[in-house]
């Protein structure tokens, strides 16, 4: 199975960055397709971002397109989330995730490993 792990969440003023970083330990992190979701207080875990397992394809929720950029780094573990123009309603707690499946994955009962989560808040 695969470990994860996020860091990179904080508070940031609207309009700043941030660039959340997901740690993979455990069997062959490029086999396996990375996604980033969000769950702000009170609302239900969403779709944030996806890259497939081989070339790098991305797939984005229109509510980060343009603003955020998924990478991986298949030598390091790692997964990243480039997050830019951030906005109040981007405050969340973020989650990275795995699963073996391949192709675009944008529901959460696709993946099969989950992080603890990264505190995203963003000021007015």
């Known amino acids: 199975q695969v470990q994860l792990a996020e860091s990179g969440g904080g508070l940031v003023q609207a309009g700043g960055s941030l660039r959340l970083s997901c740690a993979a330990s455990g069997r062959t992190f490029s086999r396996y397709t990375l996604g980033w979701f969000r769950q702000a207080p009170g609302n239900e875990r969403e779709f944030v971002a996806t890259?497939?397992?081989?070339?790098?394809?991305?797939y984005y929720a229109d509510s980060v397109k343009g603003r955020f950029t998924i990478s991986r780094d298949n030598v390091k573990n790692m997964g990243y989330l480039e997050m830019n123009s951030l906005k109040p309603e981007d405050t969340a707690v973020y989650y990275c995730?795995?699963?073996?499946?391949?192709?675009?994955?944008?529901?959460?009962?696709?993946?099969?490993?989950w992080g603890r989560g990264t505190q995203v808040t963003v000021s007015s």
């Open positions: 890259i497939t397992r081989s070339n790098g394809g991305t």
């Open positions: 995730a795995a699963t073996s499946a391949t192709g675009y994955r944008r529901f959460q009962y696709e993946y099969d490993y």
